[in-house]
């Protein structure tokens, strides 16, 4: 009787096997190394547009100088002026009737 090992064609279908389960392991690796790819660029860029976000509303909630800046704004003041205005001819003023 001849033993298993010996055989052709077992070795042939071993052979075959081990690189099916190969590929497989390989194939399989490749997909988790894509998902966990894409989980780091999602956290990554969701990092990116929070910390942008949070510059910009820190930019314009306190200014380009870093503290808010009063702008002079134009009052009138109340001045006298140097002469008054007045008409130099008389107004007529209605006379009372009796």
């Given at each position: 009787m001849a033993k298993a090992g010996k055989d052709p064609s077992t070795r042939a279908a071993?052979?075959?096997?081990?690189?099916?389960q190969a590929r497989r392991d390989f194939h399989a690796g490749l997909g988790r190394r894509r998902t966990r790819d894409?989980?780091?660029?999602?956290v990554v860029g969701g990092l990116i547009v929070v910390a942008i976000t949070g510059a910009q509303i820190a930019y314009f909630t306190?200014?380009?100088?870093?503290?808010?800046?009063a702008t002079p704004t134009a009052?009138?003041?109340a001045t006298p002026s140097?002469?008054?205005?007045s008409s130099a001819s008389p107004t007529a003023s209605p006379t009372p009737e009796p």
């Open positions: 071993r052979e075959r096997a081990r690189l099916y894409n989980v780091i660029a999602g306190v200014g380009a100088d870093g503290e808010p800046t009052s009138v003041a140097p002469s008054p205005t």
